[in-house]
């Protein structure tokens, strides 16, 4: 870098103040489009860090969910079959039953 500049010398304040008013006079009315598009693109590349971090957190929640689910005792829960005995000896089923018309 020093052997591409080293002609200039070292940059001061001043040096810069004037490369950038130069820069003004030639790029002015584009300044605000590029300073719009690139407080866009700032604002776009936080929302996207935002969401990577979540999703990041969601997944580090599930996967501690899990391992906690693992380390748990499953439940047994009864079998439909076991589920529909315990109805009828209680005398409910979900089906009601509708009287049957008696022939003559």
């Known amino acids: 870098m020093n052997a591409l500049l080293g002609?200039?010398?070292?940059?001061?304040?001043?040096e810069l103040l004037v490369i950038a008013g130069l820069g003004v006079l030639i790029f002015g009315h584009r300044l605000p489009k590029v300073a719009r598009s690139l407080g866009r693109g700032i604002t776009?590349?936080?929302?996207?860090?935002?969401?990577?971090?979540?999703?990041?957190?969601v997944a580090e929640d599930i996967r501690r969910l899990d391992t906690e689910e693992a380390d748990e005792e499953p439940e047994?829960?009864?079998?439909a079959d076991e589920r529909r005995a315990r109805r009828?000896?209680?005398?409910?089923?979900?089906?009601?039953?509708?009287?049957?018309?008696?022939d003559e």
């Open 88 to 102: 009828s000896r209680r005398g409910t089923s979900r089906r009601r039953r509708v009287a049957k018309p008696e």
């Open 76 to 79: 047994e829960k009864p079998v």
């Open 7 to 14: 002609f200039l010398g070292s940059i001061g304040p001043m």
């Open 44 to 57: 776009e590349f936080k929302k996207g860090l935002k969401d990577v971090r979540e999703k990041a957190d």
